[in-house]
């Protein structure tokens, strides 16, 4: 290690300690140079028993291959967000999720430091969950489908094809075979599922939800699996997901983000409808429809190998992919007279449409967030309007004011929305400038200083131009 001024190493070793995370810090010899306190809580241990030894006299479990702080040492490459599971000093089990970083000198790597998570207490409040979704599924006994909010009439569109897959829906909601969703986000996948759940014969059992992404392996399989008594420490006889949906639906989204290894677990189930608590040497039979969404394409997660091709046919019994709203333009004026109805009643304004410059931007903008964000730019824009009308001047920051948002209004040339006022020759110069900007902006892909090229005037000048269109 650098030698490090007394006070650098002393205001150093202050912070590391107050933060509220495990740091376990080794040199390029895996010996300890810093172990906090909190550290040596989840891992059962006194600081002494582990600062300046070597990580494998601490923790005798671990191999230079298991331990992910001797790995990085080795590699020079971090490793994000792993399970590690290993024995301490006193032959507890230890659960932790770690992320470890190399340490580096310039070129030189000089050790290694880990930020660890007590995976314990992660899998504590997963038990929680659990817990809280077995006192929902008790509840729906006496209240019918209580965990379901929305039905497929809540799916609001006037777009004939989108139409079709709704009433598809109603019509195969009526099957057990699982279903896959396809969707970008903000589509109203959920929302959509909820809906079919609701169309089935399972619409009075229960419905639950799980997303998939950012749960490490263990916690998720435990989660959807259940736990037998002594699986790890502290762990009890508890019921997964699939045990509590049990005769209804259970909803997983983000399913590419779910781990490969329990891919396979889950296609196991899919296949005999048996679940088998982690640390069970039995199996239960489940009665569970699985309706699993992706935000990405099915294809690009088969070609990058986030989803497994045998599961990927399990499931695509029947696959429904969600339009996006650019692609059903004659959805957006509708569901924004929706969402001003919607507000007007939860913001006690009387609000009545919008102006025609705003129309134009809400049919040109491409949504990439689908109704989620028009709904949200609606909210926006009625808490922040102040006339009968909504403005193009009340839509967020971010929309207004960004020249790559200009190129989604039309140009003037292309649409009959725009009538030529009088023969006013400064109008109608106006007019083609504009058009001729907005034209150079669609080219460029937003991009200024090529916009300024085309139009062979200077970048200042187009951005002066470009304000007074703006505002």
Not at 293 to 316: C, F, G, I, S, W
Not at 347 to 369: A, C, R, T, V
Not at 423 to 431: A, V
Request: net charge neutral; aromatic share 6%; with cysteine.
């Amino acid at each position: 290690m650098v030698p490090l001024t007394a006070l650098t190493q002393e205001v150093l070793t202050a912070i590391l300690k107050g933060i509220d995370e495990g740091i376990h810090v080794v040199n390029t010899q895996g010996k300890t140079i810093f172990y906090n306190e909190v550290a040596a809580k989840h891992d059962g241990m006194d600081v002494k028993e582990v600062e300046g030894k070597h990580l494998i006299d601490a923790f005798p479990s671990l191999t230079e291959e298991s331990s992910t702080l001797l790995k990085v040492i080795k590699t020079g490459q971090p490793i994000y967000n792993q399970t590690q599971v290993y024995m301490n000093l006193h032959g507890t089990r230890i659960d932790t999720i770690n992320t470890t970083l190399p340490i580096f000198l310039g070129e030189e790597i000089i050790g290694a430091v880990e930020i660890a998570k007590d995976y314990s207490r992660m899998k504590l409040l997963a038990e929680r969950l659990l817990d809280l979704q077995k006192g929902l599924n008790k509840s729906s006994k006496k209240k019918v489908n209580i965990q379901v909010n929305y039905t497929l009439n809540d799916l609001l569109t006037v777009n004939p094809p989108f139409q079709s897959i709704k009433n598809e829906a109603k019509k195969l909601a009526k099957s057990d075979s699982p279903i896959l969703v396809y969707g970008e986000s903000g589509t109203g996948k959920e929302l959509f599922v909820q809906g079919v759940h609701h169309e089935s014969p399972r619409s009075s059992e229960p419905f639950i939800a799980q997303n998939c992404a950012a749960i490490p392996e263990t916690l998720l399989e435990s989660i959807l699996f259940g736990t037998a008594k002594g699986s790890y420490t502290g762990a009890i006889d508890r019921k997964g997901l699939f045990e509590f949906a049990d005769g209804g639906t259970l909803f997983l989204d983000e399913l590419h983000t779910m781990p490969i290894e329990l891919q396979a677990k889950l296609l196991r189930v899919l296949e005999d409808g048996m679940v088998r608590r982690v640390g069970s040497s039995q199996s239960v039979s489940v009665n569970v429809r699985v309706i699993a969404a992706m935000n990405v394409n099915p294809n690009k997660a088969l070609q990058e190998q986030t989803l497994r091709a045998d599961l990927y046919y399990r499931l695509n019994v029947f696959t429904f992919s969600l339009i996006p709203l650019r692609e059903r333009k004659e959805d957006i004026l509708f569901l924004a007279d929706h969402f001003i109805k919607k507000f007007n009643q939860k913001l006690y304004k009387n609000i009545s449409g919008y102006e025609k410059k705003l129309e134009l931007f809400l049919m040109n903008y491409q949504w990439p967030g689908n109704v989620r964000e028009l709904k949200h730019t609606i909210e926006y824009m009625m808490n922040v309007c102040e006339e009968k009308q909504l403005k193009y001047k009340d839509l967020p920051s971010m929309l207004r004011h960004l020249p790559s948002m200009l190129r989604h209004l039309p140009s003037t040339t292309t649409t009959n929305n725009v009538v030529m006022e009088s023969l006013s020759l400064r109008k109608n110069i106006e007019t083609l400038e504009k058009d001729l900007i907005l034209n150079a902006l669609e080219l460029s892909e937003g991009n200024i200083n090529q916009a300024a090229k085309l139009l062979e005037i200077p970048r200042q000048t187009l951005q002066y131009k470009l304000k007074k269109i703006i505002d």
